[in-house]
């Protein structure tokens, strides 16, 4: 393949730096080194001169990974960018430096020998330039250096050529909401304070980050410093914290974007720096796009989680992309180029971005108006889907985050999440082709058939509470205490000290025998099945009689005490089939119960349900006139003032 050159405009150009050269001593650089370079040689900070690094040679380098490839694709989509160079400070040993490239099937960059550059061996600084030849299939282009001997590396970045006057003024702020998570939040502000604020990169001087303290736990005065500000607030959830933070930013009057971050994240300062940068040359299309950060795991740091997701028209949040390991090349590049198929499933129209790292234009804010009181859950989603903004997703841009599936919590997923996704489609039109009620069904019966009647109840909880209409949610402190009550009602799990002492005397069962698998594994239903059609006979059988607590006999397939997963989502229903007594383990938590069978209660809560259906049927037009009618209020700022009590 020849490597094509892309033609320049006629007008004047601008070099404008995009993305730093990323090598930092944080964490994830020593635990996962593939996300920032391959080699089989060692890179260390300098211990001459700050800021430089030792490339430990005689060895190769390449530079064609997730933080450290310039996503030319990407940057070609988003902006004006009409070329790219490559900037290299270095010193020590003779080397070479050698551009790569990759396009969308690559497993391994490619070297394009015409670019090489033989840099002589030297003690004093080296700069090279280098014009980034560029191939219209190209997706992730970088370098590779190939040293002799030992070399240092500084001050390397990509800058691009862009066309006089086309550079836009951006004065961005990072707002970031915190309820009781001071280590994480201590470590951001001190990131962000040494490596953006107090830097010559160009953010620094158009940046200001707002921490709204939901806990009231921080010492504000002693972490507010220049362009970093405290703010102890009430505790109005997720959903206050960010409005805050919007309503600071509109209250600035130059704010354009607005970064919104969880506090339960490790950020990279380097992706505020290329989000700034980003932003600063979109083109017209992308002007006013959301920027959506990649979820990483803030324990297997390599692993993406979601950059993007969609509403399922079950009423289910789904990333877009499937996880991926985006140290592997391969699936890096995937990441960058993962497809959408929208004319196939509809609901991917449905798009949302995360409010773990969502930078958004305040002229969206001035647009649409501010979010809904919804405390914690839906936020961040019923914006976006609101909004119907593009998107902006890149390799490079993103935080660290504590994985959700360690964290299952009853309170939000069940109360939460059920009042607060037919709020938000009821006020404000969102997600038109999902069924709530899919979900709120699904998730009623696994309860009731894994016998956690006090999470079924939850649900209601969350429906009963969405019946109340807009004068409820609207009352100053209800969120909190509508989410603290939530959190009374779930189901409590025991610490497995006391839970084995309980297994083994009513069960046989000694938990600390168990395997992951014995625990998250399901059985299959074999005693009485042969084939599929009779194995959803028998699960169609389990559901709607709800494990046979509404009507029939119901034969278990193992003589002994089921131990099933212990998180909400999880439906072993070959275990379940036909149990009277189950064991729920959370294993990653170390806690569990034992549930006994109760019929009764079963059909109480079912038949609650029922009537909660026939009261939805017979009020929907009344509370759909309700909840439309108090939008323009919900999302005003005099409500939110009053709300905040600012």
């Not at 006999?553 to 999880?570: A, M, T, Y």
């Amino acid at each position: 393949m020849i490597a094509i050159p892309r033609c320049l405009s006629e007008v004047n150009m601008t070099d404008f730096k995009i993305a730093n050269i990323l090598l930092d001593e944080s964490r994830q650089f020593y635990t996962t080194p593939l996300l920032y370079y391959r080699s089989a040689r060692a890179i260390f900070p300098s211990a001459t001169e700050d800021g430089a690094w030792r490339l430990v040679g005689p060895g190769s380098f390449d530079f064609t990974t997730f933080f450290n490839a310039l996503s030319v694709n990407k940057w070609r989509e988003y902006t004006v960018a009409e070329s790219f160079m490559l900037h290299l400070e270095l010193r020590g040993a003779a080397c070479t430096v050698t551009q790569t490239r990759t396009d969308a099937l690559d497993y391994y960059s490619h070297k394009l020998p015409d670019t090489a550059r033989s840099v002589e061996a030297s003690r004093e600084w080296q700069t090279i330039d280098m014009s980034l030849v560029l191939d219209d299939n190209d997706v992730m282009d970088a370098f590779v250096i190939d040293a002799e001997g030992e070399i240092e590396l500084r001050n390397s970045y990509y800058t691009a050529q862009v066309p006089d006057g086309s550079i836009r003024t951006i004065e961005l702020a990072l707002s970031t909401t915190t309820f009781k998570k001071e280590e994480f939040i201590r470590h951001n502000i001190e990131l962000v304070r040494t490596k953006i604020v107090e830097t010559d990169e160009l953010v620094s001087k158009h940046f200001r980050m707002y921490v709204v303290d939901n806990g009231r736990t921080l010492d504000a005065e002693k972490l507010s410093s220049k362009n970093i500000t405290v703010f102890p607030n009430d505790n109005v959830g997720g959903s206050g914290g960010f409005t805050y933070g919007m309503i600071k930013a509109l209250e600035e009057g130059d704010v354009t974007n607005i970064l919104l971050m969880d506090d339960d994240v490790e950020v990279s300062p380097e992706s505020i720096i290329r989000t700034f940068n980003l932003l600063s040359i979109t083109n017209e299309k992308y002007s006013e796009a959301f920027v959506s950060g990649s979820m990483m795991n803030y324990d297997e740091p390599d692993q993406h989680w979601e950059d993007t997701g969609h509403m399922t028209v079950k009423g289910n949040y789904m990333p877009d992309k499937p996880p991926m390991r985006v140290s592997a090349l391969n699936e890096a590049i995937a990441c960058e180029t993962f497809s959408y198929e929208k004319e196939i499933f509809a609901d991917l129209k449905q798009r949302y971005a995360g409010w773990w790292y969502c930078c958004i234009p305040v002229s969206t804010i001035k647009k649409i108006g501010l979010p809904l009181p919804f405390f914690v859950r839906f936020d961040d989603a019923e914006y976006a889907l609101r909004a119907k903004p593009r998107f902006m997703s890149m390799n490079g841009i993103c935080v660290w985050h504590l994985v959700f599936f360690m964290r299952y919590s009853a309170a939000v997923e069940r109360y939460q999440v059920t009042r607060n996704g037919l709020i938000g489609q009821f006020t404000t039109g969102v997600a038109p082709l999902t069924d709530f009620f899919t979900e709120i069904n699904h998730e009623i019966m696994i309860e009731l058939s894994k016998f956690n009647y006090d999470d079924a109840e939850l649900v209601l909880e969350g429906l009963e509470d969405f019946f109340k209409g807009p004068k409820f949610i609207a009352q100053r402190g209800i969120g909190e205490k509508t989410f603290m009550a939530a959190n009374r009602k779930k189901e409590k799990l025991l610490p497995f000290d006391e839970l084995r002492e309980q297994a083994l005397k009513e069960c046989k069962v000694d938990i600390y025998d168990l395997s992951p698998n014995a625990i998250t594994d399901d059985i299959p239903m074999k005693k009485a099945s042969v084939g599929r059609v009779e194995n959803v006979a028998l699960r169609t059988l389990e559901r709607k009689s709800l494990n046979g607590q509404l009507w029939g006999d119901l034969k278990p397939f193992i003589d002994s005490v089921p131990v099933i997963h212990g998180v909400g989502w999880s439906c072993q229903e070959g275990k379940l089939f036909g149990a009277d007594t189950l064991i729920a383990i959370d294993n990653f938590n170390k806690k569990g119960i034992i549930r006994h069978k109760n019929a009764d209660r079963a059909k109480q809560i079912w038949s609650r349900y029922q009537n909660d259906l026939k009261y939805y049927r017979q009020n929907k037009e009344r509370l759909k006139k309700e909840y439309r009618a108090s939008k323009a209020y919900l999302t005003s700022i005099d409500f939110w003032k009053s709300y905040l009590s600012l």
